[in-house]
């Protein structure tokens, strides 16, 4: 329900009881060992919630108030007693469907027309959960991390902190190629909504493709617009991915993924990247859906001497499986090896997962988040 990705959605829950952990207080340090927020933002991103039955006696020693309380508090509107067995087979036979919620007078209203129906995918909503400025976490980090906030996931953000790193949080369509030297690495975030109308985003991501040779991780929508920035399409898929078991096949090794291998992931999108033959060069498949054959991640192959990665699944395991988290520790194990690379006098490649450790939360120096100023 705090998950940017979720923007505009009317979640259906397939659980027949929900609330019974109520929901906890929603602040924590911003440190190098957390960024501010339990959940995965401040406040619930969805439009509204249908469950079959709620819990309005909650029990969790963390929790402070009842999932009702809190929705009607973010003044989020919800529904129960509905059977969500029937609305999830609808919208497994037909896709992702428009709706409303009629609650109250408004039950008794006759159903809007088709097209007076909101359509949350003609809107820029990655715009509406990025941030609005530049901010830094952990800065005192011994590799520094540029983030373009496609509507960044809490733990994306924290399990980068907690590996060490120091993360500047940028605008989603921020021109990164103006910094980009101040930096070691660059990581692209989930996000919500169609990945095209992120194309500003993708068109300056080419130029820092083309020109710049340090490492790239994306995440979700940040996965589509790397694709979409080596040249691969983005499509509505009419049956989305979502759940916390979803099985991917590796295509290739890199770091601790191993080709061959079927991982258990964590999925949530509605826009996949086409699989063509052939990929554009010096790019591969990296992942496919073992359940629809989906592309779920791509690379930079191996003879274009460039270290990028792309996932549409979310390795940072919130929730879900923890197959892939180590996809993080590779990310930042290869930034910490070209930075190496670069402060010695001659450029002897480095084994990425032999160099810079991940740094111990138990030692790093707490430090209060601070602006950047940053100039376009």
């Given at each position: 329900?705090?998950d ?14 929900i ?22 933002s ?11 039955d ?19 508090r ?9 059977d969500?067995?029937?609305i ?10 428009l709706?409303?919620?009629?609650v ?8 809007p ?14 715009a509406q ?28 953000l ?6 060490g790193?120091a ?15 101040q ?17 500003e ?16 991780f994306?995440?979700?929508m ?12 983005a ?15 590796a ?11 079927v ?15 052939p ?23 191996a ?17 879900g ?10 990310f ?21 997962r ?23």
């Amino acid at each position: 329900m705090t998950d940017p990705s979720y923007r505009g959605q009317i979640l259906v829950f397939t659980t027949p009881l929900i609330g019974n952990y109520g929901v906890p207080y929603n602040k924590t340090p911003i440190n190098s060992n957390d960024v501010g927020v339990i959940l995965e933002s401040e406040n619930i991103q969805c439009s509204a919630v249908v469950v079959a039955d709620v819990a309005e006696k909650f029990s969790h020693y963390t929790a402070v108030e009842s999932i009702a309380s809190w929705c009607q508090r973010n003044n989020v509107p919800g529904i129960t007693g509905v059977d969500t067995r029937a609305i999830t087979t609808l919208l497994r036979d037909q896709g992702t469907t428009l709706g409303r919620l009629a609650v109250g007078a408004d039950a008794s209203l006759a159903p809007p027309k088709p097209e007076e129906y909101w359509d949350p995918t003609t809107e820029n909503l990655v715009a509406q959960v990025s941030t609005k400025a530049p901010y830094e976490l952990n800065p005192n980090g011994d590799v520094r991390i540029a983030v373009l906030d496609f509507g960044a996931k809490a733990n994306i953000l924290r399990s980068l902190v907690r590996r060490g790193a120091a993360v500047t949080v940028l605008p989603w369509n921020y021109n990164f190629n103006n910094i980009r030297d101040q930096f070691d690495g660059l990581f692209l975030s989930n996000g919500p909504g169609d990945p095209n109308h992120c194309l500003e985003a993708a068109m300056h991501l080419r130029k820092t493709l083309q020109e710049w040779d340090k490492p790239v991780f994306g995440i979700c929508m940040g996965h589509q617009v790397i694709g979409m920035a080596a040249g691969l399409e983005a499509y509505r898929m009419t049956f989305g991915n979502r759940g916390h078991n979803q099985p991917v096949l590796a295509l290739a090794s890199s770091g601790s993924i191993k080709a061959g291998r079927v991982y258990v992931t964590s999925q949530n999108h509605q826009y996949a990247l086409k699989l063509q033959d052939p990929f554009p060069a010096g790019w591969e498949p990296f992942f496919i859906n073992c359940n629809d054959s989906s592309v779920e991640g791509i690379k930079s192959s191996a003879d274009s001497g460039k270290k990028v990665w792309g996932v549409q699944f979310h390795p940072e395991s919130a929730g879900g499986p923890l197959d892939t988290i180590e996809m993080f520790t590779d990310f930042l194990a290869e930034c910490r090896a070209h930075k190496l690379q670069l402060s010695l006098p001659t450029s002897q490649p480095m084994d990425a997962r032999k160099v810079a450790p991940r740094l111990g939360v138990e030692t790093a120096k707490i430090e209060t988040p601070r602006r950047v100023a940053v100039t376009a």
